[in-house]
């Protein structure tokens, strides 16, 4: 994980760049939405609502070769026209006024298409009257379009974290387990940071998390030691819980494990240090127990 956090959209697994959170574009959503809310001539804002719509992602327009009135021609009739936004591999766009209709854009939007070079044909194609928002996802076999207010564009992020660099990978029914983990994780991730607590700690914190969890069903240890130690070896409100991952994780810094396996061993099998020589890999249920803790230590 680290940089890669692992964040679930619907079937999808998400991995996030080094670029904006999920957090940071929701907010730009709502203040994109909040912005536009009153607009309605095309000619006269349309640019500029598609400027800042990337910007919501991250992406500045014209570092990706995202161009305005790109030269096109129509399927049906043959005739030469203009794609109101075209960033190539990426994204068409054609934006209408207030209140016109979405169906006809949307078809002139995909009658551009087999203009385009194979090396500029978009994933998405995106419609807007400004108070409204059309999208398909052409990488989507069924290719449904989908239709929202501009309101309610922070709810739909997810369809567009492609445009900020995230990048997917589609599970099937099988991996329904690993999806629901995923998801449970991803959120795990925007409430800590909602609390002021985010960027590269934040990653890192889950990435120890993981690899606890991870341990607890894969054999690295007693099976859910972890689990029982947050469950059954701490207060039910929480109070001590760090303080007892602490004492199990005293050597995460500087991986001073082998003097720190006495100390834990001492306290928790409670009898003496001295009595196994440090590294014997003595047989012991107990010490194998808290060597174990101790590798974690420095794992972490």
């Given at each position: 994980?680290?940089?890669?956090?692992?964040?679930?959209?619907s079937s999808?697994?998400?991995?996030?760049?080094?670029?904006?959170?999920?957090?940071?574009?929701?907010?730009?959503?709502?203040?994109?939405?909040?912005?536009?809310?009153?607009?309605?001539?095309?000619?006269?804002?349309?640019?500029?609502?598609?400027?800042?719509f990337?910007?919501?992602?991250?992406?500045?327009?014209?570092?990706?070769?995202?161009?305005?009135?790109?030269?096109?021609?129509?399927?049906?009739?043959?005739?030469?026209?203009?794609?109101?936004?075209?960033?190539?591999?990426?994204?068409?766009?054609?934006?209408?006024?207030?209140?016109?209709?979405?169906?006809?854009?949307?078809?002139?939007?995909?009658?551009?298409?087999?203009?385009?070079?194979?090396?500029?044909l978009?994933?998405?194609?995106?419609?807007?009257?400004?108070?409204?928002?059309?999208?398909?996802?052409?990488?989507?076999?069924?290719?449904?379009?989908?239709?929202?207010?501009?309101?309610?564009?922070?709810?739909?992020?997810d369809?567009?974290?492609?445009?900020?660099?995230?990048?997917?990978?589609?599970?099937?029914?099988?991996?329904?387990?690993?999806?629901?983990?995923?998801?449970?994780?991803?959120?795990?991730?925007?409430?800590?940071?909602?609390?002021?607590?985010?960027?590269h700690?934040?990653?890192?914190?889950?990435?120890?998390?993981?690899?606890?969890?991870?341990?607890?069903?894969?054999?690295?240890?007693?099976?859910?030691?972890?689990?029982?130690?947050?469950?059954?070896?701490?207060?039910?409100?929480?109070?001590?819980?760090?303080?007892?991952?602490?004492?199990?994780?005293?050597?995460?810094?500087?991986?001073?494990?082998?003097?720190?396996?006495?100390?834990?061993?001492?306290?928790?099998?409670?009898?003496?240090?001295?009595?196994?020589?440090?590294?014997?890999?003595?047989?012991?249920?107990?010490?194998?127990?808290?060597?174990?803790?101790?590798?974690?230590?420095?794992?972490?």
């Open positions: 994980m680290g940089s890669h956090i692992g964040l679930v959209a999808m697994l998400l991995a996030m760049p080094q670029g904006r959170s999920r957090n940071d574009i929701r907010d730009a959503a709502r203040r994109f939405a909040l912005e536009w809310s009153d607009d309605f001539y095309e000619r006269g804002e349309a640019q500029s609502f598609w400027t800042e990337l910007a919501v992602f991250g992406v500045n327009r014209r570092r990706v070769n995202a161009a305005f009135e790109r030269h096109a021609r129509r399927t049906s009739t043959g005739r030469a026209g203009f794609i109101d936004l075209l960033w190539p591999r990426m994204l068409l766009a054609e934006h209408k006024s207030r209140g016109e209709n979405l169906d006809s854009a949307l078809g002139q939007a995909l009658d551009y298409i087999e203009s385009l070079a194979d090396a500029e978009p994933k998405f194609v995106v419609v807007s009257d400004f108070a409204r928002i059309r999208v398909v996802d052409l990488d989507d076999a069924d290719r449904v379009a989908d239709e929202f207010p501009l309101s309610e564009l922070p709810n739909h992020i369809q567009f974290l492609s445009l900020a660099g995230y990048t997917s990978r589609r599970f099937s029914a099988e991996d329904a387990v690993n999806i629901k983990a995923a998801e449970l994780l991803g959120k795990v991730y925007d409430e800590i940071a909602e609390t002021g607590y985010s960027g700690p934040l990653r890192v914190f889950l990435v120890r998390l993981l690899f606890l969890l991870f341990g607890d069903d894969s054999g690295l240890w007693e099976r859910n030691l972890f689990a029982d130690l947050v469950d059954n070896r701490t207060a039910e409100d929480g109070s001590d819980r760090d303080d007892a991952v602490r004492r199990r994780s005293r050597a995460s810094r500087g991986c001073t494990c082998f003097a720190d396996w006495h100390a834990i061993r001492d306290q928790e099998c409670n009898r003496p240090a001295s009595v196994v020589r440090r590294g014997s890999g003595s047989s012991s249920g107990c010490n194998r127990l808290i060597w174990r803790r101790s590798i974690l230590s420095c794992s972490m």
